[in-house]
């Protein structure tokens, strides 16, 4: 059974920092793309970073440039966000997502294997 597992969410004051995990079990994603969304309560989700499976290419959504660095460790079928000078905008549920494809693709249809998801909680 394949599974994606979110840890590293929490309360933090603006300004501060979290690190998010994401440890995959069942099959490797070594060869796929990994990405992170996001959604707040009233809105879309949105893909926050993504990955490519070499860690070679990243793409970061406009709002999290300069703040946030995914990255990967395919020998431990992990991916993390590093998530710094937090915001009370970042408040969300952050979910993992493993894509379809080695390369990067924006849409959340691309990705086929979606976490539970982990709160990120943002206080002014």
């Known amino acids: 059974q394949v599974q994606l597992v979110e840890s590293g969410g929490g309360l933090v004051q603006a300004g501060g920092s979290l690190r998010l995990s994401c440890a995959a079990s069942g099959r490797t994603f070594s060869s796929n793309s990994m990405g992170w969304f996001r959604q707040a309560p009233g809105k879309e989700r949105e893909l926050v970073a993504a990955?490519?499976?070499?860690?070679?290419?990243?793409y970061y959504g406009d709002s999290v440039k300069g703040r946030f660095t995914i990255s990967r460790d395919n020998a431990k079928n992990t991916v993390y966000l590093q998530m710094n000078s937090l915001k009370p905008e970042d408040t969300a549920i952050y979910y993992c997502?493993?894509?379809?494809?080695?390369?990067?693709?924006?849409?959340?249809?691309?990705?086929?294997?979606w976490g539970q998801g982990t709160q990120v909680t943002v206080s002014s």
């Open positions: 990955i490519s499976w070499s860690g070679g290419s990243t």
């Open positions: 997502a493993a894509g379809r494809y080695s390369d990067i693709y924006l849409y959340a249809r691309t990705y086929d294997f």
